[in-house]
């Protein structure tokens, strides 16, 4: 064995970061049900998902493949994510602060 894991303290560290990895908890919470949505969106005061999807489809012209509502990571509030794809079959993420409607990100969807 290594002397890394002989030691106590980093022992003790080893297993507090992998205790730590391995509940953290899921973020992208919720679902992209529209029924579910549109009841958490009356619940929190946010915009509906129709709105979300107009704004969205003004940043970003195309077809609406897939809208989410999900939790932001690092800073509190929700956002829609809203998957278009455009004229020429790319597809792209527009992010939709779910409060005031405003857009915060058109990005390519590469994957």
Request: hydrophobic share 45%; net charge negative; with cysteine.
């Amino acid at each position: 064995m290594s002397t890394l894991i002989h030691k106590p303290a980093n022992l003790f560290i080893i297993t507090l970061l992998c205790g730590v990895m391995m509940s953290q908890p899921a973020w992208a919470d919720d679902d992209d049900d529209p029924a579910k949505i549109a009841e958490m969106a009356k619940a929190f005061g946010l915009i509906s998902l129709e709105e979300a999807q107009t704004k969205a489809l003004a940043a970003k012209p195309g077809v609406v493949k897939e809208v989410e509502l999900e939790r932001r990571k690092f800073r509190s509030g929700w956002d829609y994510e809203v998957e278009i794809v455009d004229s020429n079959g790319a597809e792209w993420e527009v992010t939709i602060d779910a409060k005031t409607g405003k857009v915060n990100s058109v990005n390519r969807d590469w994957f």
